[in-house]
């Protein structure tokens, strides 16, 4: 029970910790990337065999971080408070008068009780759900602290910290190839940052296990996002610092508020192992743990989390019995729907070829990468591979890929007889140098997608879907 346990006092600690530590939110003018070299306060992660003491450690030390953030929480609003005029001349995405966003969903007139909701420049007037869907954890606003100016240290550097299935999350924006690492983002789930030269928001939710990067750019506004201290079916729920509008992560939307009818643009990110990102990116930048915050990284606040079959916490949406809610799935959505590839599948059989609506499509699994999850220390967790998905045609023909005999990390096509990477790279072979172009997806719990999207097939054998209840 103290494993099961640790998690649920953690994710209050997370914020607890943060207030309790201080730190600005505010957005910088500039978000430049800065090299480091290595640092004395980042040790190696040392082995662990017995976690409990540790455990008891932390719960009693988070007890205390809970207090304190409770105490510099707002008071109570016991008498109404009204709510912030909004005029017609302040910023909306949509007209004021709309009925539906662009993409179909009804904009719902929110009448809110002022005692019920935060005392924020949101307009929860305009909004596409209900207000009574969101939960809010009891941490502020930002009391989960985003890395508003991350820094960056080297490849060679980082290798001093990470172990070779330590799980990051892969990035790359016109070449500029950077790696986050999973025990950082357990504790901040949200980067603003420029890579490649242009504005994103690099975002990872525990509780969904999914990594999700987005243009910051909305309208030609560059956004700058935090975390609400809500959520919604247990995903993330961010906000802007523009407008204060609120937007889901699976999805990009904004929920409620000025921005409501906006999506930001997804792009693709993927969670790899250390080995996997330096073997394609010797060159690449990795986000420090000079963070400017102190926090456990190389912890997780979420121990056990991910190690139960059973429905999750802080969860009110309908479970779909298809999948364990904490099956780990790579979701890619095509014209005719959403499709699922359960990692229970993809472990057996590596790689996965699909023809739908018209695209060639090849999924890939290596073993590596740990969860960030499971075990306290998460270089003691356990494996649960990487995934990369992308169009399998090059020059107008299909190629067809096995996993390499050689290589259990590596792929050959059976065309050319060259072998290709995760990340979908061409690493020796006729087509050495060439890429295939990714598709996107992202790797999430079963729970956490199907809630947001019920009619998905799950394909549960090469080719054979599963197809939703009717």
Avoid at 99 to 124: H, L, Q, S, Y
Avoid at 341 to 360: A, C, K, M, N, T
Avoid at 437 to 459: A, C, G, M, N, R
Wanted: charged content about 25%.
């Amino acid at each position: 029970m103290m494993v099961r346990a640790w998690w649920v006092v953690g994710l209050l600690g997370v914020a607890a910790v943060a207030v309790a530590c201080g730190g600005s939110s505010a957005q910088p003018d500039t978000r430049p990337a800065v090299v480091q070299g290595p640092s004395a306060s980042e040790p190696a992660v040392p082995e662990v065999e017995e976690e409990d003491a540790p455990l008891v450690e932390a719960e009693k030390e988070l007890d205390e971080d809970i207090a304190s953030s409770q105490a510099d929480a707002p008071a109570p609003v016991d008498e109404p408070v009204d709510p912030p005029e909004i005029e017609v001349s302040d910023f909306l995405f949509l007209p004021p008068d709309a009925t539906e966003t662009a993409a179909g969903d009804v904009i719902v007139r929110n009448e809110v009780d002022p005692r019920t909701r935060p005392r924020w420049g949101t307009n929860w007037a305009m909004a596409i759900i209900g207000f009574d869907e969101l939960d809010f954890t009891g941490a502020p606003r930002d009391g989960v602290k985003p890395l508003d100016t991350p820094f960056f240290t080297t490849v060679a550097a980082a290798d001093l910290i990470y172990r070779a299935d330590s799980p990051v999350i892969r990035f790359e924006r016109n070449g500029d190839v950077r790696a986050y690492p999973l025990d950082i983002m357990v504790w901040h789930e949200i980067v603003n940052d420029v890579v490649g030269g242009e504005p994103v928001v690099v975002t990872f939710c525990p509780l969904c296990n999914m990594a999700i990067a987005f243009d910051a750019r909305v309208g030609g506004q560059v956004l700058r996002m935090g975390t609400s201290g809500a959520l919604r079916n247990s995903d993330l729920v961010m906000w802007d610092d523009a407008t204060e509008s609120l937007w889901q992560q699976i999805g990009g939307k904004a929920l409620i508020g000025g921005y409501v009818g906006a999506r930001l643009e997804p792009l693709p990110a993927t969670i790899v192992s250390w080995d996997q990102f330096k073997a394609s990116a010797a060159d690449g930048l990795v986000l420090s743990r000079e963070t400017g915050f102190t926090r456990n990284y190389g912890q997780t606040p979420y121990a056990g989390y991910d190690s139960v079959d059973r429905p999750p916490d802080l969860f009110r949406g309908e479970l779909d019995a298809r999948l364990s809610p904490f099956e780990r799935v790579v979701t890619v959505e095509f014209q005719s729907g959403p499709v699922a590839y359960p990692f229970v599948l993809l472990e057996q059989v590596r790689v996965v070829e699909e023809s739908r609506d018209g695209s060639e499509i090849v999924v890939f699994w290596t073993p590596g990468a740990r969860s960030a999850l499971d075990r306290f220390f998460i270089d003691n967790a356990r494996q649960v591979g990487a995934t990369g998905v992308f169009s399998r045609i090059v020059e107008g023909e299909s190629l067809n890929f096995a996993v390499n005999p050689d290589d259990e990390d590596t792929f050959l096509d059976s065309v050319t007889g060259s072998v290709w990477n995760v990340f979908g790279e061409a690493v020796n072979g006729p087509l050495a140098g060439v890429r295939l172009d990714p598709i996107l997806h992202v790797d999430h719990f079963w729970f956490s997608w199907v809630v947001f999207q019920p009619e998905t097939e799950i394909v549960l054998e090469a080719g054979s879907p599963l197809a939703a209840p009717s």
